[in-house]
């Protein structure tokens, strides 16, 4: 009864808005791109807002008794997913730079992050 | 259209599955398409059959439960984010069915639209 969705490609873009920890958010959306990695789909990673914190290099969670999934985001080049973008405007707003990051990304403005969501075909926002 | 809806929030303490609901009625009833609405985060409390509001509010598992059977709509619940809220098979409304995060995608791919509602 179900389609065959074999050979249709389509834009996926994860945006990222909370903090990790605090809500569950940021983790489960992650399981949600690793799971999407096997559909050989266009996947992309936006961090905006607090989600810019997600990526963070030295993230410490043994004082709230939380598993620490940062490293997960390291892993993600193995899984070909390698279009990471944080929005600049984030990023500057809480006094960051690309060396605080744990992952390579391309940083764009507001603007363009705009137009990243306008050309993607499915946005799923966490 | 063909629509895939999400929806992230638990019943009653977020407004969003109440606006999901509402959004599937109101696309159903403009002769659009919900193939299938998929339950993630806190979104899975939707599902459970041990729900029991007071009777003079609404039932928002049951308004699920009706929507889906008149007009055949793909009830999922992700497995992953139900077992850790303690949502199994001994305790889910008829219905639902549960499975993974890859019918999120699946919907994704499928549809002309993913609508994600939540905080």
Request: aromatic letters at 10%; proline letters at 2%; one cysteine or more.
């Amino acid at each position: 009864m179900e389609e065959d969705t074999s050979g249709t490609v389509k834009k996926f873009l994860y945006v990222n808005r909370k903090a990790p920890y605090g809500t569950i958010y940021a983790l489960e959306s992650l399981e949600v791109v690793l799971i999407a990695a096997a559909f050989d789909q266009d996947v992309s990673l936006a961090f905006l807002d607090d989600g810019v914190y997600q990526i963070m290099k030295g993230q410490l969670t043994k004082g709230i008794d939380v598993k620490n999934f940062s490293p997960t985001y390291r892993a993600l080049e193995g899984y070909d997913i390698e279009k990471l973008y944080v929005e600049k405007e984030s990023m500057d707003e809480r006094g960051l730079t690309t060396d605080d990051f744990c992952v390579e990304v391309k940083v764009i403005s507001k603007a363009e992050m705009a137009a990243l969501m306008t050309s993607s075909d499915v946005v799923l926002s966490f | 259209m063909k629509f895939g809806i999400l929806v992230n929030e638990g019943p009653y303490t977020h407004e969003a599955a109440d606006t999901a609901y509402q959004f599937a009625k109101a696309a159903l009833e403009k002769g659009h398409k919900i193939h299938r609405v998929f339950f993630y985060h806190d979104g899975v409390n939707n599902s459970t059959r041990l729900t029991e509001p007071p009777t003079d509010d609404r039932n928002i598992v049951q308004r699920w439960q009706k929507l889906a059977a008149d007009h055949k709509i793909d009830l999922v619940v992700c497995v992953a984010a139900a077992l850790r809220r303690g949502i199994r098979d001994e305790n889910l409304a008829e219905g639902f069915r549960i499975s993974g995060l890859g019918q999120l995608i699946e919907s994704g791919i499928q549809a002309d639209r993913l609508v994600t509602f939540g905080d």
